[in-house]
C-alpha cells in the first residue's frame, strides 16, 4: 500500500491532462477492475460528477477510499462485485490494464458487459498490453528475475495473458462495439511511464489504448456516428 500510495503522490499534471481528454465534464463513471485505483481514477473524480469504483477484490477498494478521503474526494464510491451483475448506466466506462489477463471467452462476456452499461452516446476507454509486454519482460526489464522472465517467456510462447490489436478489433465488433479512436498522445505515455512502464527500448510502446463507442451511438460530442 505505502508504493501505491507513493505512486499517486506525483504525476497528477499529465493524470488530469489524461482524464479530461477522455472524460466529459459532468460524466457519470465506472471503473471496471479498478484495484485501488492506478493511475488515474482518482484525478478522473475532479472532471467527473460521480465515479463508482467496480472490483471483485474487497482489499484494494478499501485502500483507494482510503486514498480519496485523504485528498477530500467525496465522488467516488466502492462496490464489491462482478461486472456482469452490476446495473447501471454510464457516461464513462474504464477499463485498464484488465483485458489481456483475460481469456478471449471471458473478454468477449466483459466488452458484452461493458455495452450494456453504456448509455448510448457513452464513451469506454480501454487499455491493456500488448504481446511486446511480455517480449519486452523477457528482453529489456531491468531488475526482473530469471523465473518471471521465464514465465514471461512461457507465456509470450502459449500466446497467453496477452491480446493483440486486431483480436481486439474482432472483439469488439462482435459485441456491437466499435474503436472509435486511438489514444497514442505523448499525456498517456506520461502517465504509463510515470508508473515505472520504459517505452524507449527498440520493442517501443506496449499498451494499446482506445476509445471505444456502441455502434449504434448517435450524436455526440463527437459528432455523427
Ligand atoms: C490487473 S487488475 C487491473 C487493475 C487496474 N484497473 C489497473 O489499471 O491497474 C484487474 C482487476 O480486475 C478485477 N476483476 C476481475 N474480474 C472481475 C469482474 N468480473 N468484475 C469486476 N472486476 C473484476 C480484479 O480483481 C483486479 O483487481
Redesign the pocket.
Known sequence: MAGARERLRTGWDARLALVRDICPRGARVL?????????T?LPLAAVASEVVA????TR?LAWLSMFAAERDVTNVTTTV????D?RGSYDLL?????LQ??SGT?RVA?LS?FRRLLTSEGDLFV?FYTPRYLAFRVRYQKGLGLRLRLVSAARLALWRHTLTVRRFQAETGAVGLRIERHVDSAVYDRCREHEGNDFSTPLGRYFAAFVVVRDDGGWSKHGYR
Open positions: 471503473d471496471v477492475g479498478s484495484s485501488w485505483g492506478e493511475y481514477l467496480l472490483d471483485v477484490d484494494p462485485e462482478s461486472v456482469h452490476h474504464r477499463c485498464t490494464n484488465t489477463l483475460l471471458e466483459f458487459s487499455d
